[in-house]
């Protein structure tokens, strides 16, 4: 696969994308990291490209607007 855009992928293909680049979210510290997963389901559904969602992400984390809270394993998004 060359392109990650929407219009190059299907909603399998974005599935898979998005699952290899997070990698296991189930073995983390008890599904914590699923919050990760849910952050990029607009690009999964063909909505927003997930260069976008990362932009928007590493926006609020470098300003503090917004951000996740603490929790007893990570973040909560």
Same mark, same amino acid.
């Given at each position: !696969? /060359? $392109? %990650? +855009? %929407? =219009?190059?992928?299907t =909603? @399998? *293909?974005? &599935? *898979?994308?998005?699952? &290899?680049s %997070?990698? /296991?979210i /189930?073995?983390?510290?008890? #599904?914590? !990291? $699923?919050g990760l997963a849910?952050m990029y389901?607009d690009?999964?559904? #063909?909505?927003?490209e997930?260069?976008?969602i /990362?932009m928007?992400?590493r926006?609020?984390?470098? $300003? #503090?607007?917004?951000?996740? @809270?603490k929790? @007893?394993c990570?973040y909560? +998004?």
């Amino acid at each position: !696969m /060359n $392109s %990650i +855009l %929407i =219009k190059d992928t299907t =909603k @399998e *293909q974005r &599935e *898979q994308i998005v699952a &290899e680049s %997070i990698g /296991n979210i /189930n073995g983390g510290c008890d #599904g914590c !990291m $699923s919050g990760l997963a849910d952050m990029y389901q607009d690009y999964i559904d #063909g909505k927003r490209e997930i260069r976008d969602i /990362n932009m928007e992400f590493r926006a609020r984390y470098e $300003s #503090g607007i917004e951000g996740p @809270e603490k929790a @007893e394993c990570g973040y909560k +998004l």
